[in-house]
């Protein structure tokens, strides 16, 4: 059910016109753009897809905001992605930091944070550019690591699968914010950021996928084998991203205000429930 405080309206993002049209006819005083293909592996496995979808929504929007003569400010979430290959020494990661890409999604990310610049400049749009790092929470899709370990965690209890969880690479350290934190982020970025201008979102905390693996462990009902897909793995992967959100905070007061294990158990929960209303129908 559509809550009736919302106006819904739909329009291929692929479509100026379509665009066009709805923009002149909501003239919204806030943009948030958050339209894209942003799962790595698919952007491996179509990589013209994504690149193409990813800046020809974006320039569809930028396009149908000055058709329709609009000045309000419009969010553009890039990634951390667009960092890159980190290198030693490099953490936290800054603004500043280069732009080393490794995957055709960070690339689409890459070029949708500079068109953003370029139409800020000459265009006189105010773009917000924000670089997220990983958020994650309730709802997010089971292709994005938390959801697939809490979902796979949920299904073994519930012996709709075997007791096995399947892993990349554990190893690896992230930066995690709850999205509940980064949705009130974005609107504070609208209200108080600069336009044109660049800024980090995260937690400024680092932790392994096996400390949230081991989270989930001590909170399963049954005992589980842990098992290495070679699938899950990248072809390249930062063994540690850590964010420095410094510049933002001090421009908008913000803080994260969930603690990573409340996200994971709201998240565990959540699929406990998915799970259980399948096994009901």
Same mark, same amino acid.
């Given at each position: 059910?559509?809550?009736?405080?919302?106006?819904?309206?739909?329009?291929?993002? /692929?479509? $100026?016109?379509?665009?066009?049209?709805?923009? +002149?006819?909501?003239?919204?005083?806030?943009?948030?753009? @958050? *339209?894209? %293909?942003?799962?790595?592996?698919?952007?491996?496995?179509?990589?013209?897809?994504?690149?193409?979808?990813?800046?020809?929504?974006?320039?569809?929007?930028?396009?149908?905001?000055?058709?329709?003569?609009?000045?309000?400010?419009?969010?553009?979430?890039?990634?951390?992605?667009?960092?890159?290959?980190?290198?030693?020494?490099?953490?936290?990661?800054?603004?500043?930091?280069?732009?080393?890409?490794?995957?055709?999604?960070?690339?689409?990310?890459?070029?949708?944070?500079?068109?953003?610049?370029?139409?800020?400049?000459?265009?006189?749009?105010?773009?917000? /550019?924000? $670089?997220?790092?990983?958020?994650?929470?309730? +709802?997010?899709?089971?292709?994005?690591?938390?959801?697939? @370990? *809490?979902? %796979?965690?949920?299904?073994?209890?519930?012996?709709?699968?075997?007791?096995?969880?399947?892993?990349?690479?554990?190893?690896?350290?992230?930066?995690?914010?709850?999205?509940?934190?980064?949705?009130?982020?974005?609107?504070?970025?609208?209200?108080?950021?600069?336009?044109?201008?660049?800024?980090?979102?995260?937690?400024?905390?680092?932790?392994?996928?096996?400390?949230?693996?081991?989270?989930?462990?001590?909170?399963?009902?049954?005992?589980?084998?842990?098992?290495?897909?070679?699938?899950?793995?990248?072809?390249?992967?930062?063994?540690?991203?850590?964010?420095?959100?410094?510049?933002?905070?001090?421009?908008?007061?913000?803080?994260?205000?969930?603690?990573?294990?409340?996200? @994971?158990?709201?998240?565990?929960?959540?699929?406990?429930?998915?799970?259980?209303?399948?096994?009901?129908?």
């Amino acid at each position: 059910m559509v809550d009736p405080r919302l106006m819904v309206c739909y329009a291929d993002l /692929r479509e $100026r016109e379509a665009v066009g049209r709805v923009i +002149r006819e909501t003239r919204p005083d806030l943009v948030f753009h @958050l *339209a894209a %293909q942003a799962h790595v592996p698919t952007s491996f496995a179509d990589p013209a897809g994504t690149l193409i979808d990813n800046i020809v929504f974006q320039l569809n929007v930028f396009h149908g905001i000055i058709g329709a003569g609009l000045e309000c400010p419009i969010l553009i979430p890039g990634s951390n992605e667009e960092y890159g290959r980190v290198e030693p020494g490099e953490l936290p990661i800054r603004e500043s930091n280069p732009l080393r890409p490794t995957n055709p999604y960070a690339v689409s990310k890459v070029a949708q944070d500079l068109l953003a610049y370029q139409f800020s400049l000459t265009e006189g749009l105010k773009c917000i /550019r924000i $670089r997220p790092f990983n958020h994650t929470g309730p +709802r997010q899709r089971p292709n994005y690591v938390i959801p697939s @370990l *809490a979902k %796979q965690v949920t299904e073994a209890e519930a012996g709709i699968t075997p007791p096995v969880i399947k892993v990349g690479n554990l190893e690896a350290e992230r930066d995690f914010t709850d999205v509940r934190d980064v949705v009130r982020a974005y609107h504070m970025a609208l209200l108080h950021c600069r336009p044109g201008d660049v800024y980090n979102l995260g937690s400024g905390r680092a932790v392994s996928i096996r400390y949230i693996l081991d989270f989930f462990l001590t909170r399963c009902r049954v005992p589980l084998k842990i098992m290495k897909d070679e699938g899950r793995m990248r072809p390249w992967d930062n063994p540690k991203v850590i964010c420095d959100s410094t510049k933002f905070r001090a421009e908008t007061g913000w803080q994260p205000k969930i603690p990573l294990e409340q996200t @994971l158990t709201d998240t565990l929960d959540y699929w406990r429930t998915v799970t259980a209303s399948r096994l009901a129908d």
